[in-house]
């Protein structure tokens, strides 16, 4: 394939229906081995593809053939490579609008520029597969329309539990953490981290046969969850007042950064800006001139994976009692909340708001703090009871300090001075082969290859590997819980996209040519 082909295929690709009201002119500038210059004219139904730079554009491209060719077959994500600088772009916002405007690369677009199609290989039978046959959630089955990182993780766990849960994807436009680097052979390690045990279905949702589709998987599902904005399954005809008219029992569970109701609801948000909203991010730091981004993505998950499968639990519970569905929405910001809840009960009770690194549990204590020690690595100490901090003590000869850690005392202060230089006096596994023989709470701030590898985790089983025929092993996070009178089931690999389509569709009734006419018309892939 040459640069040419991708350019041409464009106005077969081309999406009508998305580009109602829209109209510009796209200058593309490609540098490297297969060097090019075209223009592409959005004019509201109609797309047109040309050779060279022509006419005022509303929007400059510049990057290199290959790395558009990458993007085109999905090896690289358009935004993450305009964030790093590897594609210049004059006008974002419009450039953001014409990527939605097309359907995904394949060489059959080419095919469509000659009098006849080369007829397509019969297709072949498939087993329905891949189901839980263990596990508390056995049997219940989920409809995962979600993406990123929230939701798609919460569903994970539910399938590690043992729910059959059926990821579908815009065949167009799918899931954007499968574009994310770094990548296991050709599969991105983000998508892999949150999607294993699933089943994946590629449908256009916005076809009618697609949502007749959906329609069906709807009569046999559960739990439907879904990440979009507030009204987005309003327009498509999928929203939870429609579902339940077809299946009263269905639960919906929506996940958004701000809820489904009030004045933040359709904004867009990412992890920093619900921590930013609930004050978790104000207080993380040092100092008020010193707040930090944690290193995890603490709203997403505590607020959003966490909140979304306690809600599906709830919901299956209550369904059990009322048999009728629900519609549950989760604010992921809401969620952050209850993390907040000691911070919160000092602003209630005293009136005073709280300041990064001023607390009782972040930095004000010696006894409750982070020190750094000769080798330059960090310890963590949290001798917050008495016993465990008069352990300390006796360990480090200071019997005198027992007393010494009254909150904001001068006392106190000069305590945690004295220990930052203390702790200097020694490697960090020093500290700790001298703290082995005591029970003060003191543990290392490990790296992540430190955790890794660290015999807690493994005598835990908290990490594991699979293998996927396609793209090879990776190594992923364990789910959490431990049951001892529960198996549950041993999961996958997550899925390549479209890898179990024609499965649930014969599941559904669908006879193979049936399916095929559905995938040479993009409803499914």
């Known amino acids: ?101 097309f359907k995904r690369f394949k060489p059959d677009y080419l095919q469509q520029q000659t009098p006849a199609n080369t007829p397509k290989s019969p297709q072949k039978e498939t087993t329905p597969t891949r189901k839980p046959q263990t596990g508390p959630l056995k049997g219940v089955r989920i409809l995962d329309l979600s993406r990123l990182l929230p939701a798609p993780l919460a569903t994970m766990l539910l399938a590690d539990w043992g729910a059959e849960v059926i990821k579908i994807e815009d065949p167009h436009n799918p899931d954007d953490t499968r574009n994310y680097p770094p990548f296991i052979g050709n599969q991105s390690a983000y998508y892999l981290a949150v999607n294993r045990s699933k089943r994946s279905l590629q449908l256009n949702l916005r076809s009618p046969e697609g949502k007749a589709i959906f329609y069906n998987l709807l009569r046999t599902a559960d739990i439907v969850v879904e990440s979009f904005r507030p009204g987005v399954l309003q327009k498509l005809g999928l929203h939870y007042n429609e579902a339940k008219n077809i299946n009263p029992r269905i639960i919906y569970v929506s996940v958004t950064g701000y809820g489904q109701t009030g004045d933040f609801a359709t904004k867009a948000g990412h992890d920093i800006n619900y921590l930013a909203q609930s004050g978790i991010l104000g207080l993380n730091g040092i100092s008020e001139d010193a707040i930090s981004i944690p290193g995890a993505q603490i709203a997403d998950v505590a607020g959003g994976s966490y909140l979304t499968a306690i809600a599906c639990l709830l919901a299956l519970q209550n369904r059990t009692l009322t048999n009728t569905g629900d519609h549950i929405d989760v604010s992921i910001t809401d969620a952050c909340l209850p993390l907040l ?81 203390l702790f200097l006096t020694k490697s960090s596994q020093e500290w700790l082969t001298d703290a082995a023989h005591y029970d003060i709470c003191l543990t290392a701030a490990l790296s992540l290859q430190e955790a890794a590898n660290h015999p807690l985790f493994e005598q835990r089983q908290m990490f594991t590997q699979f293998t996927h025929p396609a793209y090879g092993a990776f190594t992923a996070i364990n789910q959490p819980l431990q049951f001892t009178q529960t198996n549950l089931p041993k999961g996958w690999a997550p899925p390549i996209k479209g890898e179990d389509t024609d499965a649930i569709l014969q599941e559904s009734g669908y006879t193979n040519a049936t399916i095929q006419e559905l995938k040479n018309k993009g409803i499914i892939s």
């Open 1 to 101: 394939m040459t640069i040419h082909d991708y350019f041409y295929s464009l106005p077969y690709r081309f999406r009508p229906e998305k580009a109602q009201g829209f109209s510009g002119i796209f200058h593309f500038i490609l540098s490297g081995n297969q060097p090019a210059q075209f223009t592409v004219q959005i004019n509201h139904s109609e797309c047109t593809v040309s050779d060279g730079l022509h006419h005022t554009p509303d929007c400059v491209i510049e990057t290199s053939s290959q790395l558009h060719i990458d993007i085109e077959t999905e090896k690289a994500n358009p935004q993450w490579a305009y964030m790093t600088g590897k594609i210049k772009v004059s006008n974002i916002a419009a450039m953001m609008q014409y990527l939605k405007l």
């Open 341 to 421: 809840s000691i911070p919160f009960a000092t602003f209630f009770a005293e009136g005073k708001v709280p300041k990064p690194g001023n607390q009782l549990l972040s930095g004000v204590l010696p006894n409750y703090n982070v020190y750094q020690c000769a080798d330059g690595k960090w310890l963590a100490l949290g001798a917050l009871e008495p016993k465990f901090w008069a352990g300390f003590c006796q360990m480090i000869n200071r019997p005198h300090w027992v007393n010494a850690i009254i909150p904001h005392s001068e006392e106190a202060e000069m305590v945690k001075l004295e220990l930052k230089k």
